[in-house]
């Protein structure tokens, strides 16, 4: 059946687009888009259109599997300009996300309806791109410069609501009325002249202000730090005032063009379905049946319980959470509330969601609450005999058919499982501090976990806003493990006479929010210090010695002033050169190259190491886990995308160059030019 069918409703055309799963903008669509004008246009009987998509959205933007490949049919932007010069007014009715190609399907045609729950946007700066169909020229010709710049710059979608607001939707209406309210539409403005978004004069705002690119610019200057595309688009909105809408159209084929070649973008494409990817387990149907979890129980209500709590709180999902004692239970569930009122506080949330998040919450100082809960997560000290004696007692308490899960960052969870007569439903949790926000979930398969317990726990991880890879059995899982080698080499710089300063320098230049020192000022330099200031065998022994436990003292590596601005500590500088010295290493300049390969590289070889023990089950689900959960920047596609883009032969040359080992399929895929992705 063809993707795109008409249907006469007297004198007026339904174009009708049917493109599974998200109605993609491919060539066959937009062939069927081409010719349902040319149908309205030669048929005297119709005098007006509406296009729409059946199935779960409108259209969700152009194929992303199409990019990079030879053109097949017309072009997106011509399609839309034959839309466009129709002199029937064409109506687009939207449902669920009119996004990008989808967006700009909606402002080439003359009028807007959409349902309440339908939301619009231009993600394409999430893939390292402009709009490329002249929404860019459009959209501030409609809404205005002001109100264009966010939508196309960020490229978060707006609600419905908010587009009726801003004049991209001319009216909002029936949830399940679409298809006939948009037709009444439609003939209301039989008779009217066409109204043209190309013609529209809403961007003239931008023209008497220009200051408002340079405050957008500033205002977003943290966020969007590294990236190429947000500028551009900010050129792209500024030519929409300041040229006719045929030179604003070249412009933006011109940026778009650029950015679609360049690495960026592919890197971020690359992202776009390694996410999609890590939510498939090799070897499961996904239609496998689920596991129902309409109680979660967690047992702790420190930092990371609280945070893991609070995901589900927020999805609706009931949760009991257990403490030992009175004081941190009630101290845990005070701090529940006072983010969710600091959430609302900033207006990203009502009063009404804080109090129906807290009203699913049960606190509790009895494991007995947690019987009836159809998954438990431990998030009790990082200790296997403790974490042992808790998962005994869970599997003796909580039903049976129930999932036990526990957040542990780097124990082995095949012995946490051992101690419970149901190891197939035991699986690891590792959430990401703080657990509230971090987007990663590390899900640890167990050799024994079932197969519904794990797709249970990827499904479940979607529906509380996480991004979800899947990890075996190992020290450190996929993230921890990787960090490792990592801070092995920052340590051994900073020991042969890199400046600490320089080593956090070079990640920040890369586009990591951070280096590991400043990292470890964060954290507390004093975690896991044994708390004797006579004791001195490490540098961190002798920086808490010191009394430079980080941030919280207002001096770590760092010394901190009041607003949290790093300076280098003389005396830090000190200590390490005293470390240094007794070590008997000589000391010697290290390059900005050196340092960021050796940094870099290692973490790569580790990744190779992951894949080489199947611990992870594609490179891709590498990069998803330091994106999400350890700030490698998202342009580079993550560290074996980056690996792949470098050239496999130049990282193992810069390993064998540096002395650090080379594990057999990196050493093996570079020989033979292959790459981890594809
Ligand atoms: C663009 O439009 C450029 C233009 O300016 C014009 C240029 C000339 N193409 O996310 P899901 C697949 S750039 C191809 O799990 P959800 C996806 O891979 C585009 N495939 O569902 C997945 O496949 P699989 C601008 C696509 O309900 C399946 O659909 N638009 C596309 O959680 C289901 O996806 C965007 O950036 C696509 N455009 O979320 C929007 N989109 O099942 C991108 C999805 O094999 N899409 N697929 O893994 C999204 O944000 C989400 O998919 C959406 C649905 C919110 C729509």
Request: net charge negative.
């Amino acid at each position: 059946m063809s993707v795109v069918t008409t249907e006469k409703q007297d004198n007026v055309l339904v174009i009708i687009a049917d493109n599974p799963p998200v109605n993609a903008l491919g060539a066959a669509v937009r062939q069927g888009l081409v010719d349902g004008i040319d149908q309205a246009l030669s048929d005297d009987d119709i005098e007006a259109v509406v296009i729409r998509c059946d199935g779960r959205t409108f259209f969700a933007g152009a194929d992303i599997t199409e990019f990079g490949k030879p053109m097949k049919g017309p072009s997106l932007a011509d399609a839309l300009d034959q839309l466009e010069a129709s002199n029937k007014p064409v109506v687009a009715a939207i449902h669920g996300t009119a996004l990008g190609g989808g967006c700009e399907v909606a402002l080439a045609c003359h009028y807007r309806v959409a349902v309440p729950s339908a939301k619009i946007g231009l993600p394409e700066v999430k893939l390292g791109l402009i709009p490329g169909a002249a929404g860019t020229q459009r959209l501030p010709r409609v809404v205005g410069a002001e109100a264009a710049l966010p939508m196309v710059v960020t490229g978060n979608p707006i609600s419905a609501t908010k587009a009726h607001a801003i004049g991209l939707v001319d009216k909002i209406v029936g949830e399940d009325s679409l298809a006939d309210d948009a037709i009444a539409f439609a003939r209301e403005q039989i008779g009217k002249p066409v109204r043209r978004s190309s013609e529209g004069t809403a961007n003239r705002d931008g023209v008497e202000n220009p200051a408002i690119f340079d405050e957008f610019r500033q205002k977003n200057a943290r966020k969007l730090r590294g990236f190429e595309a947000p500028e551009a688009a900010i050129q792209a909105v500024k030519a929409a005032g300041e040229l006719s809408y045929a030179e604003g159209v070249k412009k933006e084929r011109e940026l778009f063009t650029r950015l679609m070649t360049g690495t960026q973008s592919a890197a971020m494409r690359h992202y776009f379905f390694a996410e999609r990817a890590a939510n498939k387990i090799d070897g499961i149907d996904p239609k496998i049946d689920l596991i129902p979890i309409n109680r979660v129980g967690i047992l702790g209500a420190g930092t990371m319980g609280g945070g893991i709590a609070m995901n589900f709180l927020s999805a609706g999902i009931p949760v009991t959470i257990v403490e030992l004692k009175e004081d941190a239970l009630d101290r845990g569930v005070g701090v529940i509330r006072k983010n969710y009122e600091n959430t609302a506080k900033r207006g990203r949330m009502t009063e009404q969601q804080v109090e129906d998040a807290m009203g699913i919450l049960t606190p509790s100082l009895s494991y007995d609450d947690l019987a009836d809960c159809d998954l438990v997560i431990e998030a009790v000290f990082e200790n296997m005999d403790v974490k042992k004696q808790v998962f005994s007692k869970l599997d003796a308490i909580v039903k049976q058919g129930a999932i036990l899960a526990s957040n542990t960052s780097y124990l082995n969870i095949d012995e946490i499982a051992a101690v419970t007569k149901r190891p197939e439903y035991v699986l690891g949790l590792h959430f990401f501090s703080p657990a509230n926000v971090m987007k990663l979930l590390e899900i640890v398969r167990g050799e024994k976990t079932a197969d519904d317990v794990l797709m249970t726990a990827m499904k479940l991880s979607k529906k509380i806003g996480k991004v979800a890879a899947v990890s075996g059995v190992c020290p450190g899982f996929i993230g921890n493990r990787m960090l490792s080698p990592r801070q092995e080499q920052a340590n051994q710089m900073i020991m042969e006479g890199a400046n600490y300063w320089e080593v956090d320098d070079v990640l920040l230049e890369f586009g990591f929010p951070m280096g590991p020192f400043q990292m470890s000022d964060l954290a507390g330099v004093d975690i896991g210090w044994h708390r004797d200031p006579e004791r001195i065998e490490t540098l961190r022994d002798a920086l808490c010695a010191a009394g430079r436990w980080g941030q919280k003292v207002g001096k770590g590596f760092y010394d901190y002033d009041e607003a949290r601005n790093r300076t280098p500590s003389d005396e830090v500088k000190q200590i390490i050169a005293e470390f240094a010295a007794k070590a008997g290493n000589e000391q010697r300049v290290i390059s900005k190259e050196e340092i960021r390969e050796r940094l870099l590289y290692p973490m790569v070889n580790e990744g190779a190491k992951i894949l080489e023990e199947g611990m992870a089950q594609r490179a891709s689900d590498i990069d998803v886990v330091w994106i999400n959960g350890y700030g490698w920047p998202l342009y580079t596609g993550g560290p074996m995308f980056w690996a792949d883009t470098m050239g496999l032969d130049t990282v193992v040359a810069g390993l064998e160059q540096h002395g650090l080992p080379v594990t057999e399929l990196l050493r093996d895929k570079a020989s033979k030019g292959e790459k981890f992705n594809g």
